[in-house]
C-alpha cells in the first residue's frame, strides 16, 4: 500500500537556508524539534508554526529530543557539547555539557527526567545528572562514532550503536556492558527500543533492519523489502510497529511481531536518513538528506488477522 498525496500533513520551512538534520516529536505530540545549521528549532506539531529558535551552540547541530513530559530538550553539537533548553521559553541553556572530546552525536533522557546519555565522534557514550551536569559513568567499547543512544523505559538499561557496526546495551547504575549485537559489517545509525524495554529495532545501513530480544541477544525478526541502505528505524509507541528510512527515498511500516510490510511512504526525493512516530501513532516525520521533512499522516494500523 502506497499513501497518496492527501496523506502528507505538512513540510517545514528550512533553516535560514541550512539543511536539517534531524526533526523529532515531542512525547505529547505538541511540538516537532527540528535541527539544522548551528540551531534547533521547536514548531508546533499541528499547524507548524515557529513556537522557539535554540541558537547557542557554536557549531552544526546535528540532534534534538525531548524529555518525557516535553518540556525540555537537549541538543547536540559539533561544538564537543550538549545543551538543555527550556521549550517554550528558552533563550538560553539550563545545562551545557562538557567532557566529549569530539562532536556529539546523539543523546536522550531517562524517562524519568534524571539521567542523560549522549553519544560522540570520540567512541564514547556518556551518562549525566539532567539537574546538575555532572558525569556518572563513561561508557568505552566502541571502536569508532557512536551514533544512537537511548535508555530502556524503566531506566534500567541504555542501548548504543557504533559506525563500527556494533551495538550495546549496558547496565545503567554501572555502565557495565550486558550484551554486544553484532548485525553485519555496516555502521550503526540507529537503535530505538519498543515501549515495552524487550525489544530494540535496529538500522545498520544493510537493506535490512533487525528487531533483537534485549534479555538473550537473539534476532527476533528481520525487515527486509527496502532496496537501498537502511538509515533509521524506530518503534510506535505501543511497539506493534517499525518505521524505517532508507537510501531508496521511501520509509516503510512494518508489523513488528512478524516482521510483514504494511504500507510505503513516498515522496522524499533524497535518501531517508531520519524516521519517527507521533506518540499517538498516527503520524509519521520522515527527513530526506536535502533537509525536507515531510510529516505524513495516513492508515497505519496492521490489519486485523
Same mark, same amino acid.
Request: glycine share 10%; with cysteine.
Given at each position: +500500500? ?17 539543511? #536539517? ?7 505529547? $505530540? ?49 561544538? +564537543? ?8 521559553? $528558552? =533563550? ?20 524519568? $527526567? ?26 568505552? /567499547? ?18 548504543? +550503536? ?21 548485525? %553485519? ?9 519498543? %515501549? ?7 538500522? +545498520?545501513?544493510?537493506? =535490512? ?42 520509509? #516503510?511500516?512494518? %508489523? ?10 513516498? /515522496? ?38
Amino acid at each position: +500500500m502506497t499513501p497518496g498525496p492527501e496523506n502528507r500533513f505538512f513540510e517545514f520551512e528550512s533553516h535560514s537556508g541550512f539543511s #536539517k538534520y534531524y526533526a523529532a516529536y515531542s512525547p505529547d $505530540g505538541a511540538h516537532i524539534v527540528t535541527c539544522g545549521g548551528s540551531a534547533a528549532k521547536i514548531w508546533d506539531a499541528k499547524d507548524g508554526k515557529l513556537v522557539n529558535n535554540l541558537s547557542r551552540h557554536s557549531s552544526a547541530v546535528t540532534y534534538a529530543c525531548f524529555n518525557k513530559s516535553g518540556t525540555l530538550a537537549i541538543t547536540v553539537s559539533s561544538d +564537543m557539547t550538549a545543551r538543555v533548553w527550556e521549550v517554550k521559553t $528558552g =533563550t538560553e541553556p539550563i545545562l551545557v555539557l562538557k567532557g566529549h572530546t569530539k562532536s556529539v552525536r546523539t543523546a536522550a533522557f531517562s524517562s524519568d $527526567g534524571t539521567r542523560i546519555v549522549t553519544g560522540s565522534s570520540d567512541a564514547t557514550a556518556r551518562v549525566w545528572d539532567a539537574k546538575t551536569g555532572a558525569d556518572i559513568h563513561i561508557l568505552t /567499547g566502541h571502536k569508532l562514532d557512536v551514533y544512537s543512544t537511548c535508555f530502556s523505559t524503566d531506566g534500567t538499561q541504555i542501548i548504543t +550503536m557504533s559506525r563500527d557496526g556494533v551495538t550495546k546495551i549496558w547496565d545503567a547504575s554501572t555502565g557495565t556492558i550486558i550484551h554486544t549485537l553484532k548485525g %553485519n559489517n555496516f555502521r550503526s545509525d540507529s537503535a530505538h527500543l519498543g %515501549n515495552n524495554s524487550t525489544q530494540v529495532v535496529t538500522a +545498520m545501513c544493510g537493506n =535490512t533492519a533487525q528487531i533483537y530480544d534485549i534479555k538473550s541477544g537473539a534476532e527476533l525478526v528481520t525487515l527486509t523489502g527496502h532496496t537501498g541502505f537502511v538509515s533509521c528505524a524506530c518503534f510506535s509507541s505501543d511497539g506493534s510497529l517499525v518505521v524505517t528510512g532508507s537510501h531508496d527515498k521511501t520509509a #516503510k511500516i512494518w %508489523n513488528a511481531k512478524d516482521g510483514s510490510e504494511i504500507i510505503t511512504l513516498k /515522496g522524499n526525493t533524497k535518501g531517508i536518513d531520519f524516521v519517527c512516530f507521533s506518540p499517538d501513532g498516527s503520524r509519521i516525520i520522515a527527513k530526506d538528506k536535502d533537509g525536507t521533512s515531510i510529516v505524513w499522516s495516513a492508515p497505519l494500523r496492521p490489519p486485523p488477522k
